[in-house]
């Protein structure tokens, strides 16, 4: 009796050690592109489809020091080390669990939010993880058109400013017409919020035609703003 309860046992052990040998983590092959502000879903799931609930899922950065994004383990969230740019907005789709779905959702996305993230999924004889990237774009503050200052030569000098673009957009002056002004080099700075961008330029014989336009543009977004100068600043 003891043998066949031994063999039983053994015989079982066998059948699901070799079943989670045939379980993988899968997740998105492309990077994540998203815009800064919204809400964003990382996939995580479990092929074939198996339930995660008793498992241990853990998502976390490669490219920080302070990782912890999410951790579920003994059916509940301990949230307690999570790295605090994530508390308050990291959550998984608990009744998505029980079919293999671990997907991370990430609230209010922010520019500091783009790197590598993992996604870990562990059982008791079996673990496997993937890595998700993500890129998050951000479209910046509306831009802003001051005037500087008057130069010896009749000219009046004007710098457009805008803050918080993701990636680095291109900072173009345009007449009236639509046409492309000469003008100094974009300075940039970055920061963790993305890019602030200035440029300069000076405008001449604005009599004819006064109207000027300072245009910010990416691949998907842009932005103008318009300047209007009285002829009477002459």
């Not at 330029?201 to 245009?215: E, K």
């Amino acid at each position: 009796m003891r043998i066949f309860l031994f063999v039983t046992l053994l015989i079982l052990y066998s059948v699901m050690e070799s079943q989670s040998e045939g379980l993988q983590v899968f997740g998105p092959e492309a990077p994540l592109v998203a815009v800064a502000g919204e809400d964003l879903v990382l996939p995580c799931f479990i092929k074939p489809n198996t339930s995660a609930v008793d498992m241990r899922v853990e998502w976390f950065r490669l490219d920080v020091e302070e990782s912890l994004v999410h951790l579920y383990k003994d059916q509940k969230e301990k949230n307690e080390k999570q790295a605090q740019p994530y508390k308050g907005r990291t959550s998984l789709f608990k009744e998505e669990l029980q079919k293999g779905n671990a997907s991370l959702k990430l609230s209010a996305l922010r520019v500091s939010d783009e790197g590598e993230y993992k996604c870990l999924i562990e059982d008791k004889s079996w673990y496997d993880d993937i890595i998700v990237h993500v890129t998050v774009e951000a479209q910046g503050s509306h831009p802003v058109i001051m005037m500087e200052s008057y130069d010896n030569s009749g000219g009046i000098n004007l710098v457009c400013e805008s803050r918080g673009w993701k990636p680095e957009p291109e900072v173009l002056w345009l007449d009236r017409e639509g046409a492309t002004l000469p003008a100094e080099d974009t300075q940039t700075h970055r920061d963790t919020e993305g890019f602030s961008v200035k440029r300069h330029i000076t405008v001449y014989d604005y009599s004819d035609s006064n109207r000027f336009y300072c245009r910010l543009q990416q691949k998907h977004h842009m932005m103008e703003a318009e300047v209007i100068i009285n002829s009477k600043c002459q």
